[in-house]
Structures are given as structure tokens and as C-alpha cells.
């Protein structure tokens, strides 16, 4: 028995309840070759464009290995579910069928994303299994993509089942090192058995790391390990295994990220159930692995809603909390090209003492703002905290009725499976009453906004409002936003920032963010002379959604490089870390028979301070895809490129 909080094999829960995964339940959709006695040493394997999952039993032991190109990415490992009354489904199993091999090639077009068309390819087989001493049945479902690997368990039967642990396992090559963060740490490059400890006595205690979690790998392989379709379901952590140095494996969380709901140390499930899958990103290069980052979407379930014209992704303004700095928020839109305007925490009064959420404090004239940010074509965002969500249908539905196209939900802190239940209701709740919505602090993505695509955004990261390190910044792009949408509110001309304004701006390429926060800790009076801040047209024109986009160039915790576009206008964005350097980078995506202008704004000399460091504009003509292009950056330094077609 393992301690509650320390990841790791066998059960710390209590008791199985319910009648589901009998012995000699039926399974339907199941073909392949059908074994009549085991435990027996067998394997089968999913493949697809060089990525390959192996499935496996081993003297009775379910086993999973991944590979890329016959280069390992997770060598074997273990796989199975601990019940509450401690059957551990996977340690001595006989195969009852290992499922013929499906190939399925599709595509699918999302509401706002990384790219109009999404392509979902892959080969999948499914197994059934039966555990031999008790005779519960159950499955495993796993598929090869070109851009990584998933799996996932399949509970059978009509009943209910209570799960304590899941034994999910990710064995690493040696000399791996992994980027892990917890909350809104920092990210740490470690040995796989090196997790730094973190908790308290009211949190999950132990070496574990939040999802998404980076590896990078010998001869220059990186992975992603992500989780999809988290439904009914607590969030996955990862955990150092203190008997195998270059593994991780799965810690379901018992409590909420900060410790601040109940304790669930089971989680109870109707049958039939699929777990979420445990989902491997894979790129040869670290670039690759930015293009492969729409895995997660793949394997989330599909829209759910039947009209998603409403829908407005876009560019976000936070106004100082009176009535004139809406108004005039809505005037600072308008000239920006910025699409909604959002009053935060205190508009309704201190968020950890006023839990009514209906009326705005006596210095805002709420329905006035609305009104003129309507008449102007701009929405307007209302932060709300969770202690202010005691009946979440009344209150959208007030807001709704006030004219509000969104909300900003705070201190939202998943985890549990009840909180992972309320998340999704609220998401669902939201959607039912057309309010877009933006989950803040410590969550984590899951596909969610492909299922409910007006949950435009998430937090989940240690913020740009924190004023992180440049190093920080050009690791996001290869772990936390591999897994989904990032609202991380892009600080321009701030001279408390550790990097240069062409690398806030860059962000706004770099990063994947269908609602992208701007000008965080601004007023409008700021940019009252436009010509001191050569970088405005640049957000004036990025959008936050795209037709196409490609990963030019990258290394994690260097730099990255990263192009998209938008019709017939790309936008490029390079970012580096606190050293200087220059990328060629080849402009192959553009059109063939097409020349550009490109607007560049770069790094000038290298100020007193990043902050200090000036931005520079220049103009090229007759850009063209046989072009390449030299990008300079100075310490912390980064550039934009808008690439206009003539």
C-alpha cells in the first residue's frame, strides 16, 4: 500500500461499490483474434507515419512501449487501474481478443483553431481483456498517429465502478530530461526521477509535475504527454517512480489544485466508461512538435453545439474599474482593432468577501458601458470568482440578458473528479446561455474547447503578468501550449518586463490564443501618441485565429519561430531567451507565384535593459517563398513579420 499523495502502484482507496465489471459481461465492437486460456505473452501494434504504440502482455502483465521511427520515445512500461477494494486490474490479464486494426482518415474543420482543416489520421486497435483472478473485463484502445501516440482503459458492463488509481506508466530513454511545473511555477528540466517535491498537508504532496509535461529525448526526438477528454474524470499529474529512475507515472489527484474543496480519493463511474486518454505528442524536431500539438483536439470528443455563429474569439482589453475607463476601453478597442473589453476581479465588489456577482460597485454604470460597447460592435467580459458561481445558470443568465458576450471565471482550481464535473457543466452552462468563457488559474487543457468550443481559453501557467524570464517564454510553446489554448496576457511596453517589446509582440505569433489578452496593466492614455510605440500596428492588425500555421524554427528554453496565417496575410513571430542570436529562416509557406511585403519590427540596440531596447520598423519588397529570412534578436530580445500579399 502506498501513502495517500506518493504516486506510484497498488491501491491507497477504500472500497469497490456497484456491480459493473462483472465477470462475463458482453462487449460489443470487438474482432480480432479470440484466445481462450492465458495469461499468455503476446503483442500488437498501432502504427502511422513512423510513430508506432506497442501493446503488450508479458508473463501476464499488461505492457506499452512508443516509438518514432524505430527510435524509442517510451521504452516498456506499465499500464493497468487499481479498484477501491484493491483489485488491480492489469498485473495478470488474459487476452480475449486483440482487435483488428481500423484506419481511419478524415477531416474536420474546428469553429476557430491552429488551422481551418484539421486532418485525423490514424491506426487504432482495441483490446479485451479479463483479469485472471476475479474475471472483471476491461479494455484498452489504442492509436498511432502521425504526430504521436494515445491509449486509454475501457470499462465494460452496466453498473457502477469506483476507481483508486490508475498505473499509467512512462519509462523514458536514458538521459532523458523533463520540463516540470507545478501550479504556476516555473518550469524545471529534470531527470525523469528528480521531480522536484512540492505540496502542502492540504494539497497532493510528492515529486509530482503538472501535464502538459516535455521530454526531450536522445538524437534529438521531443514528446508531449497530454491528457484528452477529461470527462467525469480527476486531472492527471506525473510522478517520479522511486524504483525506476527514468520513469514517471500517473498520480490521479485526490484534492483540488490548492487545496481548496473536498478530498476524493475514489472515483466513481458509470459503466459502460473510457478514461481520458493519455495522449503522447511526438516531433523529430522541436519545431514538428509545436505542428503536432492538434493530437489533443483529435482525440477529444467532437462539438456538441448546433450553432456556434455567436462565437467570437478575438482580442481582449482589461479596463480600470469605473464607468469612464469602460467608455473609454470601448474607444481604445475600436481604434485597436481589439474585439472585447473585460472589467476583472472587484467590479462587484472584493472577490473573496462579495459572493453576489449581480451588481456592479457604485463606480461602474454597467448597462451604460455595455450599451456603448455594443452600439460599437464590442463585447464585454465580466470576471466572476468562483465563490460567486453558487447557481451558475441564474447568474449567465443574467448576464445574457445584460448584453455580456463573455466571462472570465477566477480561481477556478481543477483536479478532483467533482471539480473536472463542474468545470464541464459550466462550460456547458455557459454555452446554453451563448457567453463565451475563460478559465483562469490552476487548470489544466484537455480538449475541452473542441467539445464546448466557447471555452476560448485557460490559464493553467505561470503568467506573463508575473514578468517571467525570457527562458520561460520560449519554453511554453513546447509544453504548456502543446496541450491547449493559452491566455497568457501579453505585457507590451511594460518597463517591468525581463524582455524586449519585440518579444512581447512576438507572442502574439508564437502563442496559440483564440482570446489574447493585450496591453496588460494598461490605460488607453498610454498610447495616446501612437508614434512612441512603433509596435501598435502590429497588434492593431494580428488576429487571434487562423487559416494555417507552421513552426518555422525552435529549440525549447531557447527559442522559436513560428508562422501563421490569416487569408492571405502571415504573421511571424521569433522570440529568444537571454542570448542573442540570429535565425534563417526559409519562407517555403509562402504561395509560389505570390510576392510579399514584409513589414518587420526587431530588436534595435541592445538598451541599459531588455525594456529599454527600442523597436525598430523596416519594410522589404518582393518577398517571395524562395526567400529567406534573416531574423536578429538581442538578449530577450524576439521579432514580428507581418508578410503582406502584393
Not at 224 to 240: F, H, N, Q, T
Not at 589 to 604: I, K, M, P, Q
Amino acid at each position: 500500500m502506498r501513502a495517500s499523495g506518493a504516486p506510484g502502484s497498488p491501491s491507497r482507496r477504500g472500497v469497490l461499490k456497484g456491480a459493473a465489471l462483472a465477470a462475463g459481461t458482453a462487449v460489443v465492437g470487438l474482432g480480432g483474434t479470440a484466445y481462450a486460456a492465458g495469461p499468455r505473452d503476446c503483442a500488437a501494434t498501432a502504427r502511422m507515419g513512423g510513430n508506432a504504440l506497442t501493446l503488450s502482455v508479458v508473463d501476464g502483465a499488461l505492457r506499452w512501449s512508443a516509438t518514432r521511427d524505430g527510435r524509442t520515445v517510451v521504452d516498456t512500461s506499465a499500464l493497468g487501474l487499481t479498484l477501491a477494494d484493491g483489485t488491480v486490474l492489469g498485473n495478470d490479464v488474459i487476452v480475449l481478443d486483440d482487435g483488428r486494426s481500423t484506419v481511419v482518415h478524415r477531416t474536420w474543420s474546428p469553429v476557430y483553431g491552429r488551422n481551418a482543416t484539421v486532418t485525423d489520421h490514424y491506426q487504432e486497435r482495441r483490446w479485451h481483456l479479463r483479469d485472471a483472478a476475479t474475471g472483471i473485463r476491461f479494455g484498452v484502445q489504442f492509436r498511432a498517429y502521425r504526430s504521436g501516440v494515445a491509449l486509454r482503459y475501457v470499462l465494460f458492463g452496466t453498473g457502477t465502478a469506483v476507481l483508486a488509481d490508475e498505473l499509467t506508466t512512462f519509462t523514458f530513454p536514458e538521459g532523458t530530461t523533463v520540463y516540470s511545473a507545478r501550479d504556476e511555477d516555473a518550469y524545471v528540466p529534470v531527470a525523469p526521477g528528480a521531480i522536484p517535491v512540492t505540496g502542502t498537508s492540504t494539497t497532493d504532496n510528492g515529486p509530482l509535475t503538472d501535464l502538459p509535461l516535455t521530454a526531450t529525448l536522445s538524437e534529438g526526438l521531443i514528446a508531449c504527454v497530454c491528457e484528452s477528454a477529461r470527462l467525469d474524470y480527476p486531472r492527471l499529474m506525473l510522478g517520479s517512480a522511486a524504483d525506476t529512475p527514468n520513469a514517471l507515472s500517473a498520480f490521479l489527484m485526490e484534492h483540488t489544485a490548492r487545496g481548496t474543496g473536498e478530498v476524493e480519493t475514489t472515483s466513481t463511474v458509470t459503466t459502460p466508461f473510457a478514461t481520458p486518454w493519455r495522449a503522447v505528442v511526438i516531433g523529430s524536431t522541436h519545431a514538428e512538435l509545436v505542428d503536432n500539438a492538434e493530437l489533443v483536439l483529435n482525440l477529444a470528443p467532437p462539438n456538441v453545439l448546433p450553432d456556434t455563429s455567436w462565437i467570437k474569439p478575438g482580442k481582449v482589453f482589461r479596463c480600470e474599474l469605473t464607468t469612464a475607463a469602460g467608455l473609454a476601453g470601448v474607444d481604445f478597442a475600436v481604434a485597436r482593432g481589439i474585439d472585447h473589453i473585460e472589467y476583472d476581479a472587484g467590479w462587484y465588489g472584493p472577490e473573496f468577501t462579495t459572493v453576489d456577482a449581480t451588481a456592479p460597485i457604485a463606480a461602474i454604470d454597467l448597462p451604460s458601458v455595455i450599451a456603448y460597447a455594443t452600439s460599437q460592435g464590442i463585447g464585454v467580459f465580466l470576471y466572476v470568482n468562483r465563490l460567486a458561481l453558487t447557481d451558475a445558470d441564474a447568474l449567465f443568465a443574467l448576464y445574457k440578458g445584460w448584453g455580456v458576450t463573455g466571462i472570465k471565471l477566477g480561481f477556478i482550481n481543477d483536479g478532483t473528479q467533482s471539480m473536472t464535473d463542474r468545470i464541464t457543466g459550466w462550460a456547458r452552462t455557459a454555452a446554453e446561455h451563448e457567453l463565451l468563457i475563460d478559465m483562469h488559474d490552476d487548470v489544466r487543457p484537455c480538449g475541452l474547447e473542441r467539445t464546448y468550443p466557447n471555452y476560448l481559453s485557460l490559464e493553467g501557467v505561470r503568467g506573463n503578468e508575473q514578468f517571467p524570464t525570457a527562458t520561460h517564454n520560449v519554453t511554453l510553446p513546447f509544453a504548456r501550449n502543446i496541450g491547449g489554448p493559452l491566455d497568457y496576457t501579453i505585457c507590451y511596453g511594460q518597463s517591468r518586463n525581463r524582455t524586449t517589446n519585440a518579444h512581447q509582440m512576438a507572442m502574439a505569433a508564437v502563442y496559440y490564443q483564440p482570446l489574447n489578452f493585450l496591453f496588460w496593466y494598461d490605460k488607453p492614455s498610454k498610447y495616446a501618441t501612437p508614434g512612441n510605440w512603433p509596435g501598435l500596428p502590429w497588434f492593431n492588425a494580428i488576429p487571434t485565429t487562423w487559416d494555417e500555421s507552421r513552426a518555422l524554427a525552435g529549440s525549447i528554453g531557447e527559442y522559436a519561430a513560428v508562422a501563421r496565417r490569416n487569408g492571405s496575410t502571415w504573421y511571424l513571430g521569433a522570440m529568444t531567451n537571454e542570448t542573442a542570436r540570429t535565425l534563417s529562416l526559409p519562407l517555403t509557406f509562402l504561395d509560389d507565384d505570390t510576392t510579399y511585403t514584409a513589414t518587420v519590427y526587431a530588436d534595435g540596440a541592445a538598451g541599459t535593459s531588455p525594456y529599454r531596447t527600442p523597436v525598430v520598423v523596416s519594410t522589404l519588397s518582393s518577398v517571395t517563398s524562395a526567400t529567406t529570412l534573416d531574423v536578429a534578436m538581442v538578449e530577450a530580445g524576439g521579432q514580428a513579420v507581418i508578410l503582406t500579399a502584393d
